[in-house]
């Protein structure tokens, strides 16, 4: 399968890192915003071709799929296109950041027929995997999640500290990894959601600090807390509170309420969840069938954050 990544930025390496521990998979072309640092990666990994040309990469045939890494703003639009031109495509999270290129991307997908998967990361985290097959068994229901979100981007860079050129969002891309993970737990509908914000960064534009709280239709709650302003430790740390076990999640490694760490490591065939991701849309392709965190699957996140963000705009109509 011959695959082109779009985005040269710390998330594009991390892909590279999973694929290339994947067999049949060929990274044949890198799409960057500069051509030197996209040449520079595309060496590093051995991809045969790098380019800043979009549109011209997907004019070729022998691509199968793209995986767009690209910034947020980019994202609806790149996989839009890549669906038009035949190529199956895994775009990051957040695959929107409005609800109404959400339901473009999901209206070309059904059109088209083609994988199109979300990167909804925690789906495919070891620790997060553990949890669902414990609700799929039967032996634990979540009653209520408890979240944190933070970081310190009080300058516009990236994950690997380099300068960013586009600017990230605490409610379209990070809030999303917790709203679609909440639901996919609890197998439940969110009907009630609210939301809070604190003041904006004077040269980002953005809110720096937010509180979410959403209810589903089977009565459990969430609580997000978000923010850009904290000084460590970094990462979001989940709190599954069940009916038969606590249960923290921190990225790839779990641990009980009493802080006992579980081994999660025969969970899945890899401790790396971007590579478990990226495994699970290679395969789809192959088999032919929809994959974990589809366009379809992940839809009423986007339709959440989608009334969370016109909660904002009425909010911010009060002040």
Known sequence: MKIALAGGGAFGEKHLDGLK??????????????LDKTQE???????????????????????????LCTPTQMHAEQAIKAMDAGKHVEVEIPMADSWADAQAVLAKQKETGLVCMAGHTRRFNPSHQWVKKQIDAGELNILSMDV????????????????????????????????DIFQYMTG???????????????????????????KTDKGQILTLSLSFNN????????????????YLARYDDLFTGKDEQIDVSDVAVSMNGIELQDREFISAIQEGREPNSSVQSVIECYRVIGELAASLEEQDGWS
């Not at 521990?21 to 500069?34: F, H």
């Not at 969110?190 to 809070?196: C, G």
């Open 231 to 246: 000084d460590g430790p970094f990462g979001t740390f989940f709190r599954y509170i069940g009916d038969n076990g606590t």
């Open 148 to 179: 944190e979100t933070y970081f310190f981007r009080r300058e516009n860079k990236n994950a690997k500290g380099e300068a960013r050129s586009w600017t990230d969002h605490l409610l379209w891309h990070h809030s999303a990894h917790t709203i």
């Open 41 to 67: 990666m595309a060496d590093k990994y051995g991809v045969p071709k790098a380019t800043t040309d979009y549109d011209e990469m997907l004019k070729d045939d022998s691509i199968d799929a793209v995986i």
């Open 188 to 214: 439940a509908k969110v009907v009630k959601a609210n939301i809070l914000q604190g003041p904006k960064h004077p040269k980002l534009g953005i809110a720096m600090d937010q509180s979410i709280q959403m």
């Open 21 to 34: 521990n994947i067999d049949g998979v060929e990274v044949v072309c890198l799409v960057g915003r500069t």
